[in-house]
C-alpha cells in the first residue's frame, strides 16, 4: 500500500528533486522516428522474434510490422466481436499465447502466435464514482492476468484469475506499469497520490519518490523491491537480470538502471516524449528499443551506435 502524500510536502519535496538530478545522457545510442503507414495512435507494443506487434489506439487495428516499420499486415477493426476493439493498448505475450488490453471494450483478448482468436477475460469495474474508468496497465504470469489504470477511486492492481469471476483486488493507491519476470509481477508507480487539504480535493503528482515493487498475491499488496531515482515517473519498463529500462513521458527520457534501482544513465532524450501523458516500451531480440508515442502518432527506435 502506498500513502497519500500532503500535495504542499511534496511539492516541496519535488523542487529539491529537480536541483538533486544530474543526468548523465550516454552517447552510445541513436535515436530514430520509424514512419509507420496508416498508423495513428501507436498505443501498446510487443517486440517479437521476427516482427513487432503495434495496437493503434485511433484505427482499432492491430499492426504488424518488421523492425523498420513496415506494415506488414493489419488485423481487426471497431466493435466488440473476436478481433474487433475499441481503442486497444497493452499487448504482452506469455508462453505462446498474445494478451491485448481491449481498454474500452473492458476485456483481455488472447490470441495465439499466428495472431488467432481464442478466448477473452471480461475486465469491467462498474463504479458509479468512476463510470469512465479503464484499464491501461497489464502483465500476465501462471496466476493470471493483472491490470491497473489511472483513478482516484481504484487506485490498485486487479488480478484475473482462471474460473474466478470476481477479480483479487491488490495494494492501495497505485497507478503505474506492471511486467512479468520470471513469474513475478513487478511495478513503478507513475507519480504519488496527494491530498490538497487547502482545496480537500485529491490528485496525481510528477516528480515525487519513485519505487519498484513486486506484486504480492498471498498478502494482496505491493512489497518494496528498490527505490528509484526520484521523478522517474515511468509508463512503461523492462527488465532482465542486470537492468531495470524505464520509459518516463514527464522526463521525455529513457533510462537504465541497476538490478538493484540505482540509476545508471540517461539511454536517450527525446524531446516529444514529454507532450505524451503515457509511453510504452518494448526491445527486440538485437537490443533495440522500441517506443511509442500515442498523442504524437509516432514511434522511436532507439538503437546502439555500431
Do not use: W
Not at 488480478?159 to 497505485?174: C, D, H, R, S, T
Not at 512479468?180 to 510528477?206: C, F, L, P, W
Amino acid at each position: 500500500m502506498l500513502p497519500i502524500e500532503d500535495l504542499d510536502q511534496l511539492e516541496e519535496e519535488i523542487e529539491e528533486n529537480i536541483f538533486e538530478f544530474e543526468a548523465v545522457l550516454s552517447d552510445q545510442y541513436t535515436v530514430d522516428q520509424l514512419e509507420i503507414e496508416g498508423v495513428k495512435s501507436p498505443n501498446g507494443i510487443l517486440c517479437r522474434e521476427d516482427d513487432i506487434l503495434i495496437s493503434d489506439g485511433a484505427n482499432d487495428t492491430l499492426v504488424v510490422t518488421d523492425f523498420d516499420g513496415n506494415v506488414i499486415r493489419k488485423l481487426g477493426k471497431t466493435g466488440n466481436g473476436p478481433l474487433e476493439f475499441v481503442q486497444p493498448g497493452d499487448i504482452v505475450n506469455y508462453k505462446d499465447r498474445i494478451y491485448i488490453l481491449d481498454e474500452k471494450n473492458h476485456r483481455v483478448q488472447i490470441l495465439d502466435e499466428e495472431l488467432n482468436y481464442i478466448d477473452e477475460v471480461e475486465t469491467r469495474v462498474s463504479d458509479p464514482n468512476d463510470p469512465q474508468f479503464i484499464f491501461q496497465n497489464m502483465a500476465v504470469n501462471e496466476t493470471g492476468i493483472f491490470v491497473n489504470g489511472f483513478s482516484y477511486f481504484n487506485s490498485r492492481i486487479y488480478l484475473y484469475m482462471q474460473k474466478e469471476k470476481a477479480p483479487v483486488m491488490i495494494g492501495k493507491n497505485f497507478f503505474g506499469p506492471l511486467y512479468e519476470y520470471q513469474e513475478e509481477i513487478y511495478a513503478i508507480n507513475t507519480g504519488n497520490k496527494a491530498y490538497d487539504r487547502k482545496e480537500d480535493s485529491m490528485h496525481y503528482v510528477s516528480g515525487g519518490d519513485n519505487f519498484i515493487f513486486r506484486v504480492d498475491t498471498e498478502k494482496k499488496d505491493l512489497e518494496l523491491k528498490h527505490e528509484l531515482m526520484a521523478a522517474t515517473d515511468a509508463t512503461g519498463f523492462i527488465m532482465d537480470q542486470k537492468h531495470i529500462v524505464a520509459v518516463s513521458a514527464s522526463q521525455g527520457s529513457v533510462f537504465s538502471f541497476s538490478e538493484d534501482g540505482n540509476y545508471e544513465y540517461t539511454i536517450a532524450y527525446i524531446e516529444d516524449l514529454q507532450k505524451e501523458k503515457s509511453l510504452d516500451i518494448s526491445v527486440d531480440p538485437n537490443g533495440n528499443y522500441y517506443v511509442t508515442a500515442s498523442e504524437n502518432g509516432k514511434v522511436f527506435r532507439v538503437s546502439m551506435k555500431k
